[in-house]
């Protein structure tokens, strides 16, 4: 009994070393996080993404009814130029917020034009209280124009920060519905992804 309980004991150094060399290689495998203040800042970036992407049926609904366009290249011309002036003035690259919302407008038009597709096989007839553009969707989105291209400044600055790319990836998954097969939630997020270290 003895012998058994000295093994024991000399053994007990080798297996705690053991221990803390697999909990060491454990951490090693783990991937970085962002800070929780970046991890913050990418939660509202992409908050804001889902709330511009869930004007897309409204939008729908309204071209639907008027037998609208659901390209609009004219104006999303305009939009595009005023936001270079505007991310210039924020102090934000033009070139990735023009891309950025570039980004945003083939997202909510591939959400308007999967609707269409969709309604036009059910024989769907016209809304009958359609949304009014201008009333309705408009304001929302020029409320929302300016908090992007400030949340855009954010996601400069975390650009570098070890894993806010994969992080934005995995939270987009639960902060950004499409209501479709996710394609539209990637497109609205690909710019940053682009832009993000891993």
Not at 147 to 155: G, H, K, P, V, Y
Request: charged share 30%; hydrophobic share 40%; glycine share 4%.
């Amino acid at each position: 009994m003895r012998r058994y309980r000295t093994r024991t004991l000399a053994s007990l150094p080798v297996i705690m070393a053991m221990v803390v060399l697999l909990l060491l290689a454990g951490c090693q495998t783990q991937p970085p996080e962002p800070p929780d203040e970046d991890k913050l800042a990418i939660d509202h970036m992409l908050q804001l993404i889902d709330e511009r992407l869930d004007v897309a049926p409204i939008v729908a609904q309204s071209k639907w009814n008027s037998g609208a366009a659901i390209e609009a290249p004219e104006r999303e011309a305009q939009i595009l130029d005023q936001v270079e002036e505007d991310a210039a003035t924020a102090g934000v690259d033009e070139t990735f917020a023009r891309a950025f919302f570039d980004k945003q407008f083939s997202a909510s038009k591939q959400i308007q034009r999967r609707l269409h597709h969709q309604w036009l096989q059910e024989g769907r007839p016209p809304f009958a209280d359609p949304p009014d553009l201008a009333e309705e969707v408009r304001p929302v989105l020029d409320r929302l124009t300016p908090q992007l291209i400030e949340a855009l400044a954010d996601m400069q600055r975390i650009a570098e920060v070890d894993g806010a790319g994969r992080y934005l990836e995995r939270r987009a998954a639960e902060l950004v519905q499409d209501d479709f097969d996710g394609e539209p939630r990637q497109v609205a997020i690909q710019p940053l992804l682009e832009r993000m270290a891993p």
